[in-house]
């Protein structure tokens, strides 16, 4: 047994046994709506009960219809006589069947004791009949057990009631409505009777206690003398809808219970419990806003300020295995700015950056983290989103409201301030996959993302949780709190745990242009014959005319994909290198693509193409204006010569001829998987020049020879793919016969039977210097005539 239970049972173990205050105790929890309250509650509330039967002017001997108490059933002919105390406000209910019913409850007494009488739904209109203080006579009843074994009658459905002459019961104690100021409620009271002005009505909360779900609203009642929390629990908290009531409203609560929550006395509404609007004399409400800047440590304050920063919502888990969540805000008035802290249902309240709210009943405590106070919200707190209020200090914050607003991207550009936070919107123009990366006691997730509006482009850093939100390229985002730093180039923005990232609101959205639009404004459509090495922020549009298979490579811990392929416009034609996912794009030879934000780099003495993680390729469907067939490109691209016509200067051009003195004795090269460096037969399984361990090298074919046509020949060697093309064999196909001969030269024969085979060759010459002539280098073989 808890302690606070044992202290509670010392108050009346003179009156009770243990072990029958511990079955009361389980009797409660088990047969009454009590879900909202803990053992403790429910123990204080039998002691208040015993002690409340000192104070009671009816003596302790059974009253006369015990007798009656003792029957099983219901007999029409039973009748019961009392004066009414108390007349409780009526309860809706849903009963088995699916159907609401009502309930009311009312207490009788006379000289010999109390009793409740339950009124349910076909006896609701005979509480007309009579008032508080009335004798009244009923008839047509049940008996059964309420509280704690004690007797209460359940009227029937044909009940009938009378109300008597008070003078010829003479005996029955009258009815005093004492009336008790709030300053004088203390927790001993029990019970009081009150009337007050309702200054806050909070809103209804849900629960879970004990696996039942349970409701919870409050009210601060304030009369001259002072000010108390009322709470109504369960179905009471329909009341205020019901009767209704609203902020402003004087009330009389009839029959109240104290009670005491961390050091402060309140009232809670129970069965036997009435609350009644009327005229009551009660002071006016008079609303006190305390200002931001003069905050200090005080309960039940009231605040009014503009949300200026939104924190994410936290969940977290008590100890007892519950769950609970808080958001942070911060807020701020024209005389400063503080952190408001969210509880439970508050945390998931729609408030927006730039909202004004009003906070009614926070707690002000000194956070010594941040050596600042701090407003916390609790079970008794209402907030308000967006007052209509037309007060001073609500058209200020409004003014201030036009200064939250999202910035554009040029003005971030322009900003020198590392650390300032800012508010943006945008369209994803490019994002990374998230990679993770060790810190020193952790292992973090980062992502990067271009971001662009009609202003600009800026690169955004994504962190831990951030780096993990769903997004996709094109999306329209908003980011806030975002943080200014300086890049390798230019200025960034880095996006962590106090940032958030969301859908933009309508109005977020009205000078946002599309993602064609965008491209628009931010790309420099180009020719392939205008790039320049190191241009940035460029489109292409051209059309695949080769296109290789895409091989894996080893990275330092990972394994990495790429692609090349030949793309050509009306202009020219340059070699594309894609990286990873990119590689895996589903493309084919003839396909127009769309290139945007390609890196261009000059490699082997010509600009190439790379796309990675930065840049987008779209297959474009259907006819591109400008931009001709893929045979209307191939012959403008690789024009037609005689092999006496070319020089060093020859790129992109077609040949067609015979082979000749084409070798076949060795046509395996051995290299190294990691470098590409050839490796000579024999030699020890590590790799000459970058000392790599190599279990299987890479197999590359090659075969040596000439092409002639009747104004020349050129000396040729064709590799991989076109070297396949022309055995009718793939690679690994060649190497298992090698390996299976032990003779590198096994297709020698294969390979000398080519001589005198027409072809016609797509490639680039250059000068060979070992041999002093000119070395046609093929890219394509076009055709093949055997």
Same mark, same amino acid.
């Given at each position: 047994m808890?302690?606070?239970?044992?202290?509670?049972?010392?108050?009346?173990?003179d009156?009770?046994?243990?072990?029958?205050?511990?079955?009361?105790?389980?009797e409660?929890?088990?047969?009454?709506?009590?879900?909202f309250?803990?053992d403790?509650d429910?123990?204080?509330?039998i002691?208040?009960?015993y002690?409340?039967?000192?104070?009671?002017?009816?003596?302790?001997?059974?009253?006369?219809?015990?007798?009656?108490?003792?029957?099983?059933?219901a007999?029409?002919n039973l009748k019961i006589?009392g004066?009414v105390?108390?007349?409780s406000?009526?309860?809706s209910?849903?009963?088995?069947?699916?159907?609401?019913g009502?309930?009311?409850?009312?207490?009788?007494a006379?000289?010999?004791?109390?009793?409740?009488?339950?009124f349910?739904?076909p006896?609701i209109?005979l509480?007309?009949?009579?008032?508080?203080?009335d004798i009244?006579?009923?008839?047509?009843?049940?008996?059964?057990?309420?509280?704690?074994?004690?007797?209460e009658?359940h009227?029937?459905?044909?009940?009938?009631?009378?109300?008597?002459d008070?003078a010829d019961?003479?005996?029955?104690?009258?009815?005093?409505?004492?009336?008790?100021?709030?300053?004088?409620?203390?927790?001993e009271?029990?019970?009081?009777?009150?009337i007050?002005?309702?200054?806050?009505?909070s809103?209804?909360?849900?629960?879970e206690?004990?696996?039942?779900?349970?409701?919870?609203?409050?009210?601060e009642?304030?009369?001259?003398?002072g000010?108390?929390?009322?709470?109504?629990?369960?179905?009471?908290?329909?009341?205020?809808k019901?009767l209704?009531?609203?902020?402003g409203?004087?009330?009389?609560?009839?029959?109240?219970?104290?009670?005491?929550r961390?050091?402060e006395v309140?009232?809670?509404?129970?069965?036997?419990?009435?609350?009644?609007?009327?005229?009551?004399?009660v002071p006016?409400?008079?609303?006190?806003i305390l200002?931001?800047?003069?905050?200090? *440590?005080?309960?039940? @304050?009231? +605040?009014? &300020?503009?949300?200026?920063k939104?924190? =994410?919502?936290?969940n $977290?888990? /008590?100890a #007892?295995?519950?769950t609970?969540?808080?958001?942070?805000?911060?807020i701020?008035?024209?005389?400063?700015?503080?952190?408001?802290?969210l509880?439970?249902?508050?945390a998931?309240?729609?408030?927006?950056?730039?909202?004004?709210?009003?906070?009614?009943?926070?707690?002000?405590?000194?956070?010594?983290?941040?050596?600042?106070h701090?407003?916390?919200?609790n079970?008794?707190?209402?907030?308000?989103?967006?007052?209509e209020e037309?007060?001073?200090?609500i058209?200020?914050?409004?003014e201030?409201?036009?200064?939250l607003?999202?910035?554009?991207?040029?003005?971030?550009?322009?900003m020198e301030e *590392?650390?300032?936070? @800012?508010? +943006?919107? &945008?369209?994803?123009?490019?994002l990374g =996959?998230?990679?993770? $990366?060790? /810190?020193? #006691?952790?292992?973090?997730?980062v992502?990067?993302?271009?971001?662009?509006?009609?202003?600009?482009?800026?690169?955004?850093t994504?962190?831990?949780e951030?780096a993990?939100?769903?997004?996709?390229?094109g999306?329209?985002?908003?980011?806030?709190?975002?943080r200014?730093r300086?890049?390798?180039?230019?200025?960034e923005?880095?996006?962590?745990?106090?940032?958030?990232?969301?859908?933009p609101?309508p109005?977020?959205?009205e000078?946002?242009?599309?993602?064609?639009e965008?491209?628009?404004?931010?790309?420099t459509?180009?020719?392939?014959?205008?790039?320049?090495?190191d241009?940035?922020?460029?489109?292409?549009?051209g059309?695949?005319?080769?296109?290789?298979e895409?091989?894996?490579?080893?990275r330092?811990?990972?394994?990495?994909?790429?692609?090349s392929?030949?793309?050509?416009?009306?202009t020219?034609?340059?070699?594309v290198?894609?990286w990873?996912?990119?590689?895996e794009?589903?493309?084919?030879?003839?396909?127009?693509?769309?290139i945007?934000?390609?890196?261009?780099?000059?490699?082997?003495?010509n600009?190439?193409?790379?796309l990675g993680?930065?840049?987008?390729?779209?297959?474009?469907?259907?006819?591109?204006k400008?931009?001709?067939?893929f045979?209307?490109?191939?012959?403008m691209?690789?024009?037609?010569?005689?092999i006496s016509?070319l020089?060093?200067?020859s790129?992109?051009?077609?040949?067609s001829?015979?082979l000749?003195?084409?070798?076949?004795?060795?046509?395996?090269?051995?290299?190294?998987?990691?470098?590409?460096?050839?490796l000579?037969?024999?030699?020890?399984?590590?790799?000459?020049?970058?000392?790599?361990a190599?279990?299987?090298?890479?197999?590359?074919?090659?075969?040596?020879?000439?092409?002639a046509?009747?104004?020349?020949?050129?000396?040729v060697?064709?590799f991989?793919?076109?070297?396949?093309?022309l055995?009718?064999?793939?690679?690994?196909?060649i190497?298992d016969?090698?390996?299976?001969?032990?003779?590198?030269?096994?297709l020698?024969?294969?390979?000398?039977?080519?001589?005198?085979?027409?072809?016609?060759?797509?490639?680039?010459?250059?000068?060979?210097?070992?041999?002093e002539?000119?070395?046609?280098?093929?890219?394509?073989?076009?055709?093949?005539?055997f």
């Amino acid at each position: 047994m808890k302690k606070e239970i044992l202290d509670e049972y010392e108050k009346i173990k003179d009156k009770i046994s243990k072990e029958e205050f511990l079955k009361q105790l389980e009797e409660r929890k088990r047969e009454y709506d009590v879900g909202f309250m803990d053992d403790v509650d429910i123990a204080h509330m039998i002691v208040g009960e015993y002690l409340n039967q000192e104070n009671e002017p009816l003596s302790e001997r059974e009253y006369k219809i015990a007798e009656i108490a003792e029957m099983e059933g219901a007999d029409r002919n039973l009748k019961i006589i009392g004066r009414v105390f108390r007349i409780s406000n009526i309860r809706s209910f849903i009963n088995r069947a699916g159907k609401e019913g009502k309930v009311a409850n009312v207490l009788l007494a006379d000289e010999t004791r109390k009793i409740r009488a339950v009124f349910w739904t076909p006896n609701i209109k005979l509480l007309k009949k009579f008032k508080e203080g009335d004798i009244i006579q009923i008839e047509g009843f049940q008996v059964r057990g309420g509280f704690a074994g004690r007797k209460e009658i359940h009227l029937q459905p044909r009940a009938t009631i009378r109300v008597l002459d008070p003078a010829d019961h003479p005996n029955i104690p009258e009815y005093k409505e004492e009336i008790t100021p709030i300053a004088d409620i203390r927790e001993e009271n029990k019970e009081v009777n009150i009337i007050a002005r309702i200054t806050r009505i909070s809103r209804v909360r849900t629960f879970e206690r004990n696996g039942k779900e349970g409701k919870v609203a409050s009210m601060e009642l304030k009369d001259e003398t002072g000010k108390i929390t009322y709470t109504l629990w369960n179905r009471d908290t329909e009341l205020i809808k019901k009767l209704p009531l609203k902020e402003g409203d004087a009330i009389k609560v009839l029959g109240a219970q104290t009670r005491k929550r961390e050091g402060e006395v309140y009232l809670t509404h129970h069965g036997l419990t009435r609350i009644i609007k009327g005229d009551f004399k009660v002071p006016e409400v008079e609303e006190k806003i305390l200002k931001i800047g003069n905050l200090h *440590e005080k309960r039940d @304050v009231n +605040v009014i &300020g503009l949300v200026t920063k939104i924190h =994410d919502k936290i969940n $977290f888990e /008590r100890a #007892d295995g519950t769950t609970g969540s808080l958001r942070s805000l911060e807020i701020m008035d024209d005389t400063g700015a503080a952190r408001v802290t969210l509880w439970h249902e508050d945390a998931d309240l729609d408030i927006k950056k730039g909202d004004i709210i009003k906070i009614e009943g926070g707690n002000v405590e000194f956070d010594n983290y941040t050596s600042s106070h701090r407003i916390n919200t609790n079970w008794n707190t209402r907030i308000i989103i967006n007052p209509e209020e037309d007060t001073g200090l609500i058209k200020v914050l409004k003014e201030y409201r036009e200064h939250l607003k999202p910035v554009k991207i040029s003005s971030i550009l322009e900003m020198e301030e *590392e650390g300032e936070e @800012v508010d +943006v919107v &945008g369209r994803i123009l490019s994002l990374g =996959d998230p990679r993770e $990366f060790q /810190r020193e #006691d952790s292992v973090g997730i980062v992502r990067s993302m271009e971001l662009a509006d009609d202003t600009g482009v800026i690169r955004v850093t994504l962190w831990d949780e951030k780096a993990t939100t769903s997004l996709n390229v094109g999306d329209a985002i908003k980011i806030e709190n975002a943080r200014i730093r300086l890049g390798l180039y230019d200025i960034e923005l880095s996006v962590g745990k106090t940032s958030r990232i969301m859908k933009p609101l309508p109005e977020d959205m009205e000078k946002l242009p599309t993602m064609e639009e965008l491209e628009d404004i931010i790309y420099t459509t180009k020719k392939i014959d205008e790039i320049e090495e190191d241009d940035r922020r460029i489109k292409i549009i051209g059309r695949v005319i080769d296109l290789y298979e895409p091989r894996e490579f080893q990275r330092e811990d990972s394994v990495g994909i790429v692609r090349s392929m030949e793309l050509a416009d009306d202009t020219g034609v340059i070699r594309v290198t894609l990286w990873d996912e990119k590689a895996e794009t589903p493309l084919n030879i003839g396909d127009a693509v769309k290139i945007k934000n390609p890196r261009v780099r000059y490699r082997n003495e010509n600009l190439e193409l790379s796309l990675g993680r930065n840049s987008q390729i779209e297959v474009i469907k259907g006819e591109i204006k400008d931009l001709p067939s893929f045979e209307e490109i191939e012959e403008m691209v690789y024009p037609y010569k005689n092999i006496s016509d070319l020089d060093e200067e020859s790129e992109n051009v077609k040949i067609s001829g015979e082979l000749t003195d084409l070798y076949g004795d060795r046509i395996i090269s051995y290299r190294c998987p990691r470098c590409n460096t050839r490796l000579d037969i024999g030699e020890e399984n590590i790799c000459n020049f970058c000392g790599e361990a190599i279990d299987e090298p890479r197999h590359l074919l090659m075969i040596p020879g000439r092409v002639a046509d009747e104004t020349g020949e050129i000396r040729v060697t064709f590799f991989g793919r076109e070297a396949e093309k022309l055995l009718g064999m793939k690679t690994e196909e060649i190497v298992d016969v090698i390996n299976k001969t032990g003779d590198e030269g096994a297709l020698h024969d294969k390979v000398e039977d080519l001589n005198g085979v027409h072809v016609t060759v797509i490639g680039n010459v250059n000068f060979d210097e070992y041999n002093e002539e000119l070395r046609f280098n093929p890219k394509k073989i076009v055709d093949i005539k055997f």
